[in-house]
């Protein structure tokens, strides 16, 4: 398995470059869309980044249209959504798929070393309430799931996607990698 920092990934710009920039840090990847219920999370997601970025802690975004059509646009129109809508400060990365046969390098990675996201099973349930057959473990389920990743690039936890950015299981993850 590859390094997570060596893998190649754009800018919501279009500027290619890899996680290594982030190396040393806390990250929280979440794959991103701008028409799904769960969009608001943005605000949260926002404000989890500027609590404790000065603690070497950033959350990262990969737009994804994997579910239902949620995230149909360009970059350049997630990216003035995201800013204008939420005033999303944390970065973006391009739109990638995030499950399938095609998913992105970075996707595979995370959903190998972490099969299981918390909380999993309500998610399910709510999906299978409106008719849609949920995605099969490890794949992730839907828009918003979220991945821990500690300062050596390891994934520290999975989350599902309707856990809050300020869900106590969530901070309370974040923090304890952040102490270490």
């Known amino acids: 398995m590859s390094d997570l920092y060596d893998i190649a990934v754009d800018k919501i710009d279009g500027t290619a470059t890899n996680l290594g920039e982030h190396a040393g840090e806390v990250l929280l990847v979440v794959n991103v869309a701008s028409k799904c219920g769960l969009t608001p999370q943005y605000e949260g997601l926002e404000a989890l980044h500027e609590q404790y970025r000065d603690q070497k802690f950033s959350v990262l975004g990969f737009p994804a249209n994997d579910f239902a059509g949620q995230e149909p646009g ?98 309370e993850a974040i923090e304890a990698e952040i102490a270490k």
Not at 78 to 88: D, K, L, R
Not at 136 to 143: A, C, D, G, S
Not at 146 to 156: Q, Y
Request: net charge negative; hydrophobic share 35%.
């Open 74 to 171: 360009s970059n350049e129109e997630i990216q003035e959504f995201c800013s204008s809508t939420y005033g999303v400060d944390f970065p973006l990365y391009s739109k990638i798929p995030v499950t399938g046969p095609d998913k992105h390098p970075l996707y595979a990675h995370l959903t190998t070393a972490e099969p299981n996201a918390e909380n999993r099973e309500s998610m399910e349930e709510m999906l299978r309430g409106y008719d849609m057959e949920p995605t099969q473990r490890p794949e992730v389920l839907w828009n918003f799931e979220k991945f821990l990743i500690d300062r050596n690039g390891n994934v520290a936890g999975r989350f599902a996607p309707d856990t809050a950015p300020d869900a106590a299981n969530l901070v």
